[in-house]
């Protein structure tokens, strides 16, 4: 009996310490600004490498607001995040604002539907199973991707 409730404590135990790794609390993407604030979106995509890096310029009101609604309020964790994957599929955007700023957030993907966005500008890195990586390809396909320039490629320095 002894060696009964010392197994279901330990399977408890286990249980526990699995909830535990998978916890962080859900935030939503709070954008500090309207699609209306909105002049023009760069978005930048590439696998691996940033000298791959392709870029889209979206300038129509009505593809930014599709943008801008695909983000906001996107579930995120806060979490812990192993960076040993850096290397995965990375798709960045560059807002930039009529007040004359620019918004940046860089999503990195590293497997199917896991990855991180982070925002220097936002000072934020949070964990999503969001694809975020779809609006590349699910987003103004009929403009032409022309190569970016790694030097104009949004960043995000954690420190």
Known sequence: DEMKKAAGFIVLLIFMTGL???SGKTVKLDLPFTADDVESAVMYHFEGVPITAEKK?????DDIKALYERLEGLPLKDKTIDDSGSGGDVTSFRFQLS????YELIYVCS??????LASQTGGFRYFTRADIGACWNGLNQELVAEPAD??????YDPA
């Not at 007040?99 to 620019?102: E, M």
């Not at 497997?111 to 991180?116: D, F, H, L, M, P």
């Open 20 to 22: 535990i790794g998978c």
């Open 57 to 61: 310029i979206v300038t129509d009101k």
């Open 150 to 155: 790694q030097s104009e490629l949004p960043e």
């Open 111 to 116: 497997g199917v539907k896991n990855g991180y």
């Open 99 to 102: 007040d004359g700023t620019n």
